[in-house]
């Protein structure tokens, strides 16, 4: 990470060995600017005291919430409140920018094996 | 502006009737996710206490920075830290996507025909 420097989230996404495993891209303050690669069904969780932002970079994204359903194709963006359960799903491979605050938990109260830590988001 | 709603941003951005005025889409906490459509030199000015990520949807935008000159590409970004005197320059017409705190001023310190106020960034 450093945010002095251009980077193409695209890019960075599209090289990562592993879905669901967001890279820390920048910071803005007191939030975290990521990226990830997705693929398949990822856990049911909420992030109690976060807003959560998507934005697609490409392929598309079905985020099931508990009353709905929205789909996210490659240029859209969709903000998941604080407090609203959400499960990402992405039946064919996708690369999403993130926005959230340093203090988001990946997957919110629930712990899977899917459970990245913000040092692992940080790291390599 | 409704963070429950999937946004296109390079679609709204496009829609803009006045260069240089974002328009803001949806709320992360205390940051606004914003965009803009750009043409020409903005004004040099610094925001003293927030972070602020350019993300290119469309076009090419040129970042003048106190000691150097950043030129992103479609689907790249930058994050110019709070304290950082930057103008941005688009030589043709360029689509951004924009993430920064509540409180960041339009144009910091400076006050230039240009300035939009946070009200006329949330407007219409």
Redesign the interface.
């Known amino acids: 990470m450093n945010?002095?420097?251009?980077?193409?989230?695209?890019?960075v996404a599209a090289g990562l060995s592993e879905f669901w495993s967001p890279r820390v891209?920048?910071?803005?303050?007191?939030?975290y600017?990521k990226c990830a690669r997705l693929h398949g069904e990822f856990t049911w969780h909420a992030h109690d005291h976060?807003?959560?932002?998507f934005?697609v970079?490409a392929g598309t994204l079905r985020i099931e919430l508990a009353e709905r359903t929205?789909?996210?194709r490659e240029?859209?963006?969709?903000?998941v409140?604080?407090g609203v359960r959400h499960k990402p799903v992405a039946e064919e491979e996708c690369l999403v920018?993130l926005?959230?605050?340093k203090s988001t938990q990946h997957t919110g109260d629930e712990v899977s094996p899917l459970t990245r830590s913000i040092a692992e988001q940080l790291g390599g």
Not at 50 to 53: A, G, K, N, P, S
Not at 75 to 79: K, Q
């Open positions: 945010s002095m420097n251009v980077v193409s989230p695209r890019q891209l920048a910071e803005i303050d007191d939030a600017v976060e807003d959560e932002l934005f970079l929205v789909e996210l240029g859209e963006l969709f903000v409140p604080k920018l926005v959230e605050r």
